[in-house]
């Protein structure tokens, strides 16, 4: 390629690591293309100046680099992320193995509406999220069972997030009926219960938060039928609806 130089970048989450091989690098040339690279890119631009923006996780870094014809340059850009290691447990010790587990992380700060801005999710156990330095909130979910979790990520520093849920399973089977739907079973101001989980083909298997419930099995003709039942953090209960 006449009138341009080789440009390496090395995509770094902190300083004095290795390049993180997922890292996305973006690369804007001096005449307006483009590309995108992974991991530690080696590529010829035209001289002149390109722009480099690199991600990794949810962090971003941004470079405008100068590059002279013939020249072989290479460049570290450190992004700066820390690793939260995220779990859940239904009692501490006692991991949630669920594929179904929703993992969530948001900002700790919430904006003048109350609300938090969602950054990065994954579903099942063991998960590294790669997240600038800050506060975070970790929510998750599994079945009928949600927990906030706050945590700090500091550059370049592993954070073990473990969420503790206090949440045990619940197995139910109702012969003969075609929805099964679990409330809670205090009813709010306006004497509604709220809805945790339901599931159709009378039966249902799902988590619950420890505490008392009213579980609905509903047929397709005819009354629904009700029954009590308490849950209890790290146990499993089974029950039938006759």
Same mark, same amino acid.
């Given at each position: 390629?006449?009138?341009?130089?080789?440009?390496?970048?090395?995509?770094?989450?902190?300083?004095?690591?290795?390049?993180?091989?997922?890292?996305?690098?973006?690369?804007?040339?001096?005449?307006?293309?483009?590309?995108?690279?992974?991991?530690?890119?080696?590529?010829?631009?035209?001289?002149?100046?390109?722009?480099?923006?690199?991600?990794?996780?949810?962090?971003?870094?941004?470079?405008?680099?100068?590059?002279?014809?013939?020249?072989?340059?290479?460049?570290?850009?450190?992004?700066?992320?820390?690793?939260?290691?995220?779990?859940?447990?239904?009692?501490?010790?006692?991991?949630?193995?669920?594929?179904?587990?929703?993992?969530?992380?948001?900002?700790?700060?919430?904006?003048?509406?109350?609300?938090?801005?969602?950054?990065?999710?994954?579903?099942?156990?063991?998960?590294?999220?790669?997240?600038?330095?800050?506060?975070? /909130?970790?929510? $998750?979910?599994?079945?009928?069972?949600?927990? !906030? +979790?706050?945590? @700090?990520? #500091?550059? =370049? *520093? &592993?954070? %073990?997030?473990?969420?503790?849920?206090?949440?045990?399973?619940?197995?139910?089977?109702?012969?003969?009926?075609?929805?099964?739907?679990?409330?809670?079973?205090?009813?709010?101001?306006?004497?509604?219960?709220?809805?945790?989980?339901?599931?159709?083909?009378?039966?249902?298997?799902?988590?619950?938060?420890?505490?008392?419930?009213? /579980?609905?099995? $509903?047929?397709?003709?005819?009354?629904?039928? !009700? +029954?009590?039942? @308490?849950? #209890?953090? =790290? *146990? &499993?209960? %089974?029950?039938?609806?006759?």
């Amino acid at each position: 390629m006449l009138n341009a130089g080789e440009l390496t970048i090395r995509p770094l989450p902190s300083p004095g690591v290795d390049p993180d091989s997922n890292a996305a690098v973006f690369t804007e040339f001096p005449n307006g293309e483009s590309t995108t690279s992974y991991g530690e890119t080696r590529i010829w631009v035209p001289a002149g100046e390109t722009k480099v923006q690199v991600t990794i996780g949810t962090g971003v870094a941004n470079q405008a680099i100068a590059v002279k014809a013939g020249e072989l340059l290479a460049r570290d850009i450190v992004v700066g992320v820390g690793v939260a290691a995220v779990n859940a447990f239904y009692v501490e010790g006692m991991k949630v193995e669920d594929s179904n587990l929703f993992e969530e992380i948001l900002e700790a700060k919430k904006d003048i509406q109350g609300k938090r801005k969602s950054l990065t999710y994954n579903y099942g156990p063991d998960h590294n999220f790669e997240l600038p330095p800050g506060d975070y /909130v970790l929510v $998750s979910t599994v079945g009928g069972a949600t927990l !906030e +979790t706050p945590f @700090s990520i #500091v550059a =370049g *520093e &592993r954070t %073990e997030v473990s969420a503790i849920l206090g949440a045990g399973v619940v197995a139910i089977t109702a012969p003969g009926t075609d929805k099964v739907e679990v409330f809670g079973a205090k009813a709010d101001i306006q004497g509604n219960r709220k809805s945790f989980s339901y599931g159709f083909g009378g039966a249902l298997q799902t988590t619950l938060t420890a505490g008392d419930y009213v /579980v609905v099995a $509903s047929p397709a003709e005819g009354e629904p039928r !009700e +029954t009590s039942i @308490s849950v #209890v953090a =790290g *146990e &499993r209960l %089974e029950v039938t609806v006759e």
